[in-house]
Protein backbone atom coordinates (compact mmCIF):
# COMPACT_ATOMS: atom_id res chain seq x y z
CA UNK A 1 0.00 0.00 0.00
CA UNK A 2 1.61 3.12 -0.93
CA UNK A 3 0.53 6.63 0.19
CA UNK A 4 1.01 9.90 -1.27
CA UNK A 5 1.01 13.52 1.41
CA UNK A 6 1.32 16.38 0.26
CA UNK A 7 0.38 20.23 1.23
CA UNK A 8 3.52 20.66 3.97
CA UNK A 9 5.02 24.13 3.09
CA UNK A 10 6.54 27.29 5.08
CA UNK A 11 3.98 29.23 7.15
CA UNK A 12 4.13 32.19 9.49
CA UNK A 13 2.63 31.46 12.85
CA UNK A 14 -1.40 32.09 13.10
CA UNK A 15 -1.67 30.88 9.16
CA UNK A 16 -2.85 27.48 7.75
CA UNK A 17 -2.38 24.38 5.76
CA UNK A 18 -4.27 21.84 4.95
CA UNK A 19 -2.21 18.25 4.11
CA UNK A 20 -3.49 15.53 2.41
CA UNK A 21 -3.22 11.88 2.17
CA UNK A 22 -4.26 9.67 -0.76
CA UNK A 23 -4.40 6.15 -0.64
CA UNK A 24 -4.52 3.85 -4.07
CA UNK A 25 -7.98 3.92 -5.56
CA UNK A 26 -7.83 -0.15 -5.94
CA UNK A 27 -7.74 0.52 -1.94
CA UNK A 28 -11.08 0.13 0.08
CA UNK A 29 -11.03 2.31 2.96
CA UNK A 30 -14.18 1.75 4.42
CA UNK A 31 -12.57 -0.55 7.45
CA UNK A 32 -8.78 0.82 7.32
CA UNK A 33 -7.75 3.75 9.85
CA UNK A 34 -5.58 6.56 8.75
CA UNK A 35 -3.65 8.47 10.79
CA UNK A 36 -1.15 11.98 11.06
CA UNK A 37 1.83 11.39 12.77
CA UNK A 38 4.44 13.85 13.29
CA UNK A 39 8.75 13.99 14.14
CA UNK A 40 10.28 17.45 14.81
CA UNK A 41 13.67 17.05 14.63
CA UNK A 42 15.22 15.53 17.78
CA UNK A 43 11.92 14.20 19.35
CA UNK A 44 9.90 11.28 19.37
CA UNK A 45 6.96 10.82 16.47
CA UNK A 46 4.18 11.35 17.93
CA UNK A 47 0.36 10.67 17.00
CA UNK A 48 -1.36 14.01 15.94
CA UNK A 49 -4.97 12.70 14.48
CA UNK A 50 -6.71 9.42 12.94
CA UNK A 51 -9.72 8.57 11.26
CA UNK A 52 -11.61 5.36 11.58
CA UNK A 53 -13.18 4.88 8.13
CA UNK A 54 -15.43 2.47 9.53
CA UNK A 55 -17.53 4.51 11.95
CA UNK A 56 -15.73 8.02 11.12
CA UNK A 57 -14.68 8.66 14.78
CA UNK A 58 -11.69 10.91 15.36
CA UNK A 59 -9.01 11.50 17.30
CA UNK A 60 -6.79 14.11 18.27
CA UNK A 61 -3.92 14.78 20.50
CA UNK A 62 -4.35 17.32 23.08
CA UNK A 63 -2.34 19.61 21.49
CA UNK A 64 -3.97 20.18 18.28
CA UNK A 65 -7.29 20.10 19.96
CA UNK A 66 -9.62 22.99 18.42
CA UNK A 67 -7.07 23.86 15.90
CA UNK A 68 -6.99 20.35 13.71
CA UNK A 69 -9.24 18.85 11.83
CA UNK A 70 -8.67 15.14 9.91
CA UNK A 71 -11.11 14.50 7.41
CA UNK A 72 -12.04 12.08 4.13
CA UNK A 73 -13.12 12.26 0.88
CA UNK A 74 -14.09 9.08 -0.24
CA UNK A 75 -15.07 9.77 -3.71
CA UNK A 76 -11.06 10.56 -3.95
CA UNK A 77 -9.94 8.18 -1.28
CA UNK A 78 -8.21 11.07 0.74
CA UNK A 79 -7.66 12.19 3.95
CA UNK A 80 -6.78 15.62 4.65
CA UNK A 81 -5.64 17.32 7.89
CA UNK A 82 -6.65 20.85 7.86
CA UNK A 83 -4.49 22.55 10.55
CA UNK A 84 -5.54 26.38 11.39
CA UNK A 85 -3.88 28.56 13.55
CA UNK A 86 -0.08 27.10 13.52
CA UNK A 87 2.63 27.25 15.85
CA UNK A 88 6.29 26.93 15.94
CA UNK A 89 5.91 23.82 18.15
CA UNK A 90 3.74 22.12 14.83
CA UNK A 91 7.10 22.06 13.38
CA UNK A 92 7.44 18.40 11.58
CA UNK A 93 7.86 16.41 9.01
CA UNK A 94 4.26 14.75 8.68
CA UNK A 95 3.36 11.31 8.26
CA UNK A 96 0.42 9.83 6.82
CA UNK A 97 -0.35 6.13 7.69
CA UNK A 98 -3.11 3.54 7.50
CA UNK A 99 -3.25 0.02 9.10
CA UNK A 100 -6.43 -2.92 8.03
CA UNK A 101 -7.03 -2.88 11.65
CA UNK A 102 -9.30 -0.48 12.41
CA UNK A 103 -9.20 0.08 15.98
CA UNK A 104 -5.95 1.13 15.87
CA UNK A 105 -7.28 4.12 15.49
CA UNK A 106 -7.62 5.99 19.29
CA UNK A 107 -6.83 8.21 21.62
CA UNK A 108 -3.64 7.36 22.54
CA UNK A 109 -1.98 6.31 19.28
CA UNK A 110 -0.50 3.66 21.05
CA UNK A 111 -0.71 1.08 17.83
CA UNK A 112 2.24 -0.10 15.07
CA UNK A 113 0.36 1.14 11.85
CA UNK A 114 1.72 -1.21 8.78
CA UNK A 115 1.22 1.38 5.87
CA UNK A 116 3.67 4.69 6.08
CA UNK A 117 3.72 7.44 3.32
CA UNK A 118 6.50 9.69 2.53
CA UNK A 119 6.84 12.84 5.17
CA UNK A 120 5.89 16.41 3.75
CA UNK A 121 7.84 19.42 5.76
CA UNK A 122 5.71 21.79 7.79
CA UNK A 123 7.55 24.30 8.99
CA UNK A 124 6.10 27.27 10.91
CA UNK A 125 8.41 30.32 11.33
CA UNK A 126 8.04 33.88 11.67
Known amino acids: VQLQASGGGLVQPGESLKLSCRAP?????????IAWFRQAPGKEREGVSC????????YYTDSVKGRFTISRDKSKNTVYLQMNNLKPTDTAVYYC???????????????????WGPGTQVTVSS
Open 97 to 115: ATDQIDYYCEEDFKYQYDY
Open 25 to 33: RDMNLDRWA
Open 51 to 58: IRNSDGNT
